[in-house]
């Protein structure tokens, strides 16, 4: 039988969109307590909202580690325990190296790597009380590098090697350490690229095939905590069918 995830406390990063949104309702589903965090609060209220169960919704902005720090005591405070981080909060500016915008660089490595890092650090003393999961939300672009995605991909392959060290300090006192590795999800991710060769490009390729839903990485999500006591999913690699 698999763990039971009724009564649980959650606490996912950049749960206002996406595929954070998508998991947090997922988990409210399955029964949990979630707390969801990202900068845009107001968004987070409607999640609130529309989840099935308790929801603490938390203005979090990952690249601040007092931000992440303070969010998870409220967690514990509300909820007394912390169970599972789903560290989602990420953004993909891409575009060429040659003339970049380095302010662009600095925001992903500060959200992507560093808050993701962050959040590992501030829960992980909680995690390891609760034998808990710890679900890290990278991409494809954190095994294979491709032409103007590089800082992205730098701090996903960052990312990769941070949960690898960090599955092996705290495997044998029983937590449990997902690594999360999705090709193309249809979110607002982006739309927020403001180079526009680089935007118009990923909207080709969102064009031209059937893209992974928000909700099928909620799945894979759920896939892993759900699992038994002894069985540690150590990765998801997740694409669309037609995605080559
Ligand atoms: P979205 O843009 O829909 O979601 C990104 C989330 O991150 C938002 O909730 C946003 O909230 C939050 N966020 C961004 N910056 C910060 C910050 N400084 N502090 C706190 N939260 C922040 O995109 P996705 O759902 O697609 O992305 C979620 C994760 O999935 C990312 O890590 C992304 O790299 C990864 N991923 C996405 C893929 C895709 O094809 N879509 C493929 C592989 C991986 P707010 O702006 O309100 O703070």
Redesign the pocket.
């Known amino acids: 039988t698999g763990t039971q995830l009724q009564g649980k406390v959650a606490l996912v990063?950049?749960?206002?969109?996406?595929?954070?949104?998508?998991t947090a309702l997922a988990l409210s589903e399955a029964g949990l307590r979630v707390a969801v965090?990202?900068?845009?609060?107001d968004?987070?209220s409607a999640l609130e909202d529309s989840a099935p169960g308790e929801v603490l919704s938390l203005p979090?902005?990952?690249?601040s580690y007092d931000?992440v720090a303070q969010a998870v005591s409220q967690v514990v405070e509300r909820f007394g325990r912390l169970d599972a981080l789903v560290s989602?909060?990420?953004?993909?500016l891409n575009g060429l190296i040659l003339d970049a915008d380095i302010r662009q660089w600095h925001?992903m490595v500060?959200?992507?790597l560093l808050?993701s890092m962050y959040a590992v650090h501030a829960a992980l003393p909680h995690i390891i009380q609760a034998k808990g999961h710890i679900v890290q939300?990278?991409?494809?672009?954190g095994r294979i590098a491709s032409l103007g995605s590089g800082v992205?991909s730098a701090t996903?392959f960052g990312v990769s090697a941070f949960t690898e060290s960090l599955r092996q300090e705290v495997t044998t006192q029983g937590v449990r350490v997902t690594l999360?590795?999705?090709?193309?999800?249809?979110?607002?991710?982006?739309?927020?690229i403001t180079d526009e060769n680089s935007r118009r490009m990923a909207s080709e390729i969102a064009q031209s095939m059937r893209?992974?839903q928000?909700a099928d990485?909620a799945e894979a999500v759920l896939y892993a905590l759900r699992q038994p006591e002894h069985v540690s999913v150590n990765s998801i690699l997740i694409r669309p069918t037609d995605q080559v």
């Open positions: 990063t950049g749960a206002s969109s996406g595929i954070g949104r998508a965090g990202a900068r845009r609060t968004r987070l979090i902005d990952v690249t931000s989602n909060a990420g953004v993909m925001r500060d959200t992507n808050g939300v990278s991409s494809t672009s992205y996903k999360i590795e999705p090709g193309f999800v249809a979110t607002e991710l982006t739309t927020h893209t992974l928000a990485i």
